[in-house]
């Protein structure tokens, strides 16, 4: 969490960017995760991941996106109400992150729609992109989510 | 990782269903998931949780998502090759994952489709549903997968 100022709904316009912090990814977090979460050898062993489809170790894309969601909970997306996704429309992982990668996000928004049954919030669709440090993409994610509206003024 | 049986391209047809084994998933765990990767107040704390959208701890749908790969990883989707993902066409979170509860799959293939640029493998649609002790789906993913097809029978 940041001192950030929070965005509401009326605060969020298509075509508007916002990025994030970076983090590194280890050799030791990449084989963490895949213990814990998904154990196949291009993910727990840099010998063992040698001959694979991965060519050398990877980390789980599945890791890729949950290093995503820190990003964007420490400031990459500052909505008020946090990070509620209403399901996704699409998640690509374009190529592998490798131990040393230094992420960072680029989230656009793409759409904005007030709920008619509930007028205190509505949806969002972004689309972030997580970038290593040459600025390639390594996760496209187009999410819906949902966002408070601010209070109307007093009458 | 089993010893069932290795599915490739050639064994799969639409239709057919293949089902995991099961875990169980603690508040321990919830909270630990989202230190790492959710730190957000409905993930982290029952008393903090109370007042949110979620209305008491859930756990982060990331986690949720990578509970879903571990049961996938240990046997309950046994492609040859493994799990490879090429992208997602849906991931979605119907109801909330709660401490205590119990995880199992159901995956279906959709479609099966040989590559014409590499006849070693192909690619594979299906839908996996991750449900609760009371059968009710707490994720909904749509994966397109990389599978291998059975070597040739020599000449």
């Given at each position: 969490?940041?001192?950030?100022?929070r965005l509401y709904l009326d605060d969020l316009v298509p075509g508007m960017v916002l990025r994030s912090g970076e983090l590194t990814v280890t050799a030791e977090a990449i084989k963490a995760f895949a213990r814990d979460f998904?154990?196949?050898?291009?993910?727990?062993?840099?010998?063992?991941?040698?001959?694979?489809?991965?060519?050398?170790?990877?980390?789980?894309?599945?890791?890729?996106?949950a290093l995503t969601m820190r990003l964007l909970v420490e400031?990459?997306?500052?909505?008020?109400?946090?990070?509620?996704?209403a399901g996704m429309d699409e998640l690509r992982w374009p190529r592998p992150v490798r131990p040393g990668d230094r992420?960072?996000?680029?989230?656009?928004?793409?759409e904005v729609r007030p709920s008619r049954s509930r007028p205190n919030q509505g949806?969002?669709?972004?689309?972030?992109?997580?970038?290593n440090q040459d600025g390639e993409p390594v996760q496209v994610l187009v999410a819906n989510l949902v966002v408070p509206r601010r209070e109307p003024m007093p009458a």
């Open positions: 969490m940041t001192d950030a100022p998904d154990p196949q050898p291009f993910h727990l062993d840099e010998a063992a991941a040698e001959g694979t489809f991965f060519g050398g170790l990877a980390a789980s894309g599945w890791h890729t996106a400031g990459g997306l500052p909505l008020a109400g946090g990070i509620v996704g992420l960072r996000l680029e989230s656009e928004v793409l949806l969002v669709k972004a689309r972030t992109t997580t970038l």
